[in-house]
């Protein structure tokens, strides 16, 4: 009896040992994972660290033979540099009012549209949408010219009509709402329809409230792209009132040489919006991305 409540006891130490050993094992994972985690966003962020550390250096810094992270003598001065340089708030308000706009018209017609191709059964849909879709392999260099023709032939050149009504319309905008409307359970529809709701009602009343995430996505990615867009903006403006903060950053770019710490001055100001905006609509674009927003 004896050995045998030994061999019990050795056993139940053993499994003890054994559950300790696994659940160290499983808290080294974690914290490893975590590590290797905040690695990679400190790595991922270094180069926006870079670009705020430039704009506060003067230009004998930025080009020292050491270069340092932190400036030595930090100054205001190039932002003050670049407002004296052009409108800058003139241009921030050009650059912030077509973003918005373009991204108010995708997200209007892109979701009626979606809609249609999704909730509304009518010959020759499915060919009509791939045909849509075919739309983004076309590069937008090809249609600049032909595109930059129509806005003379329509005198909307150096005009704000000119660069917004282009980028209105969105095939991949239409593709991820349409995606994510097709996921909505048909009961839905048919109780609407029962109850004698149209088309426009179940669009407006219970497909847009539903579709948040879907929405945000698109909100974020219209609005950066928008923000970001330069060829357009290139061709299409011709005066500093009407011009966009990406056209007024490349005046800062010279032939020979480039004052980098104005052009990094330049670039906190372009990036400021798009952060601000992604952080209040982060966990709309995750939930977009991870969900509805690209079923099929």
Not at 15 to 42: D, E, G, H, N, P
Not at 140 to 145: D, F, K, Y
């Amino acid at each position: 009896m004896q050995v045998e409540n030994q061999g019990s006891f050795a056993l139940m130490a053993g499994k003890k040992q054994t559950k300790s050993l696994t659940v160290t094992l499983k808290v080294v994972r974690i914290v490893l994972s975590y590590a290797a985690l905040v690695l990679a966003a400190l790595f991922s962020l270094l180069p926006f660290i870079w670009m705020v550390s430039t704009s506060l250096k003067p230009a004998g810094e930025v080009l020292s033979a050491s270069p340092v992270l932190l400036p030595a003598n930090p100054t205001l001065s190039n932002y003050v540099t670049i407002a004296d340089a052009f409108p800058i708030w003139r241009i921030l308000f050009n650059s912030l009012f077509v973003a918005v706009l373009i991204t108010l018209a995708q997200l209007l017609f892109s979701a009626m549209a979606a809609f249609a191709f999704a909730r509304i059964p009518f010959r020759g849909s499915g060919l009509l949408f791939v045909l849509y879709l075919a739309t983004l392999m076309i590069p937008s260099q090809v249609t600049i010219t032909p595109l930059f023709i129509l806005m003379t032939g329509l005198g909307w050149v150096n005009t704000y009509q000119g660069l917004i009504l282009p980028g209105a319309f969105s095939a991949f905008g239409v593709f991820l709402l349409r995606q994510s409307f097709l996921s909505f359970p048909k009961e839905y529809e048919e109780a609407a329809n029962l109850d004698g709701a149209t088309y426009w009602t179940v669009f407006r009343r219970l497909v847009l409230p539903l579709s948040g995430p879907a929405l945000a996505t698109l909100t974020v990615l219209s609005f950066m792209s928008a923000w970001n867009s330069f060829l357009w903006p290139l061709f299409v403006t011709r005066d500093a009132e009407i011009m966009t903060l990406p056209v007024a950053l490349a005046t800062l770019q010279g032939r020979w040489t480039t004052q980098w710490n104005l052009v990094m001055a330049g670039a906190v100001l372009a990036v400021l919006p798009i952060i601000t905006l992604y952080l209040f609509a982060q966990r709309y674009f995750v939930q977009g991305m991870t969900a509805g927003g690209l079923k099929g």
